[in-house]
Each structure stands twice: as C-alpha cells, then as structure tokens.
C-alpha cells in the first residue's frame, strides 16, 4: 500500500491559484484505506473548494488512481470532466501521474507521498519495501532490512541498538531485532550465517 499524508488545505489552495472548473479524483484503494481519497473524503474536498470560491465540476472515484487506462474511462465515469480545466488528484504520487498522463489539463495532487508501506491489524505500517528491484525479503522472514533498517544494513545490527529499538531513531524498532525474532519464530536462524552482497542500485 501506498502510504500518503493529506497537504495542509491552504497549501492545495496555493497551488491552484488561478485555477477554476476543477474536477476532483479519488482513489478507492490506498487513499481510501488512509482516509485521504475515498468517498467521503472526496466530498468533504469539493466543499471546501466551493466554499473556498472555487467552481468544482464534478468528480470521480476509479478504483485506484494508479490504473485509470485513459480519458475515455473517466469520460465514462462522469463526463462533467470535459468541463474542467484542472484536476485535483486524492491519490499517491503514481496516481497523480497516470491521471496526468491521460488528460490535457494541468494536474495538482492533495496529497503527499512518503513510502510503500502497509496496513495489518488497522496499524499504519510505513517503509515496508524500498522497491528495489531485487527482492531478497525471504532471507530475513519477512522483514526488508533494506527499508526498515535506518542504515540499510543486509548482514546484522550496527551495535548501536538498545533495548530492541534503533540507534538512529529511539522511537523505531531495531529491524534486525525484528528479522531475528521472526526468524527464530520460523525455524530458520540459519538464515542469518548468509553473507548478503550490497544492493546494486545503479538498476
């Protein structure tokens, strides 16, 4: 999942500055999760436009802002889109970019984009995969040292951690105390006499 956090509004009102006829998109997956794109918050934001003096068009909610196809698809959602002479995106980064790409009007997005995490058990999880192209997560049950470790570290701790949390940042857990717990949880601390090569990330 795509984790994002909501701009403050004054900052999406800055950016469209000048802009009018705006058709908003949400995004029914992630930023509905996050409460960021979904439904509701899709609405609440056309108020606060017009409210705001702006003239909103219409909008639409795809499944995921990141796999809308082409003009036509929106068009077919709601056709009150060939009104708008911008679009505000609800979505992530990538949504925003597959909208840009698929309409000829300026595009500005609501939201910010901070990682590819997760969500289990309703908990947030952040930085759950670098998406680094070379998948190695199995080697360390589950837990992407490459993301999860403030260093980055692929062969043990750094010896900085304390009481299971990081030495860069108290407030995280350690991941390699992580890796070890679920490795041992798993029956395969064996895994740990693995000698992992640094990640190439020229690829």
């Not at 509701?40 to 108020?47: D, I, K, Q, T």
């Amino acid at each position: 999942m795509i984790i994002s956090s909501a701009k403050p509004f004054e900052e999406i009102l800055v950016s469209l500055e000048g802009e009018n006829d705006i058709f908003v998109v949400g995004c029914n997956v992630c930023a509905a999760k996050l409460h960021l794109g979904g439904e509701p918050e899709v609405l609440a934001m056309c108020e606060r436009l017009r409210a705001a003096g702006k003239n909103v068009v219409g909008w639409v909610l795809p499944t995921a802002a990141c796999s809308v196809s082409s003009w036509e698809s929106l068009v077919e959602k709601n056709e009150s889109i060939k009104d708008a002479r911008a679009i505000l995106v609800m979505g992530c980064g990538s949504g925003t970019s597959v909208i840009a790409s698929v309409v000829d009007v300026p595009v500005y997005s609501s939201n910010n984009t901070t990682s590819l995490g997760g969500l289990s058990h309703g908990v947030v999880l952040h930085d759950q995969c670098a998406m680094c192209g070379k998948c190695t997560i199995a080697d360390f049950g589950g837990v992407c040292p490459n993301t999860q470790c403030a260093k980055g570290l692929l062969n043990g701790p750094c010896g900085g951690s304390m009481d299971g949390k990081c030495e860069v940042n108290r407030e995280m857990d350690c991941a390699w105390e992580l890796i070890y717990k679920r490795l041992k949880t798993i029956g395969r601390l064996d895994l740990l006499d693995e000698v992992h090569e640094p990640k190439d990330h020229s690829v």
